[in-house]
């Protein structure tokens, strides 16, 4: 899956990377750790407007939800959604044809399973480039107070050799997609087929892992610094 990223480089190099600017570039800060279940805003590129990057909601709330209540609810549950069946689920089959986004990264974070220990992992690109995971949006009205929001959800699929290894359990990763690729993503003409092309694993001869501090998971303290990205080394464990 898809719960935990970062976003560790500054916002001059994800302007030229991304060749787009930001919509509201006070409100950017590197993010060493952000966790999905907190519903942070993370800067995203949408089909929308291409050339800005916007901070949209993580947890997707369909246009159609009734209320807060509901809305609430529905986000702790589209978090993530899975290629294999996004074109059927009610939340994402309207999104996936035509609401796409790009969601900015430089890594993300998997646990690997051990006998009964969990062991966190920080996953980058070898080339240690920021990159696009594969999102898509939608835009949900509050009825009751008019207030309008954007949110998201990153796509997964089935794990390269090196998520096997590390998220051993469920062997799922994002979708992250090529650079040369991005900008098809965003095309509102794809069809069906060509969208579902661009959903497959990421090289993993392209990728690298390294085990990180438990500090990650630790509920009281601050998990958006610096700290949680480094290399930690646990006795005895093969990496």
């Not at 407007?49 to 009734?66: A, D, N, Y």
């Not at 689920?89 to 998997?110: H, N, Q, W």
């Not at 090196?162 to 991005?182: C, G, S």
């Not at 694993?201 to 601050?222: C, E, F, G, W």
Request: hydrophobic share 35%; net charge neutral; with cysteine.
């Amino acid at each position: 899956m898809c719960y935990h990223t970062s976003l560790s480089r500054n916002k001059d190099y994800l302007e030229k990377r991304f060749q787009a600017k930001f919509e509201h570039p006070d409100l950017f800060e590197p993010i060493y750790h952000h966790s999905g279940f907190s519903a942070p805003f993370h800067p995203v590129i949408s089909n929308e407007s291409m050339e800005s990057i916007r901070f949209f909601q993580w947890g997707l709330v369909p246009f159609w939800t009734k209320d807060e209540v509901v809305a609430e609810r529905i986000r702790t549950q589209t978090i993530n959604a899975k290629a294999e069946t996004i074109h059927e689920k009610p939340s994402f089959r309207s999104s996936i044809m035509t609401k796409r986004c790009l969601v900015l990264a430089d890594g993300f974070y998997e646990w690997r399973e051990e006998g009964n220990k969990k062991y966190p992992y920080y996953i980058s690109l070898v080339s240690n480039d920021a990159f696009a995971l594969a999102g898509i949006w939608d835009r949900w009205q509050n009825n009751r107070t008019g207030e309008v929001k954007d949110t998201f959800s990153v796509i997964t699929t089935k794990a390269n050799p090196l998520l096997e290894r590390i998220h051993n359990t469920r062997k799922r990763m994002p979708v992250i997609l090529r650079q040369a690729d991005e900008r098809e993503w965003l095309d509102k003409n794809l069809d069906r087929a060509a969208i579902d092309s661009l959903l497959e694993p990421y090289d993993a001869s392209q990728m690298q892992a390294h085990t990180v501090s438990r500090l990650i998971s630790a509920k009281r303290a601050n998990t958006n610094v610096p700290e949680v990205m480094q290399e930690f080394k646990y006795e005895g464990l093969d990496v």
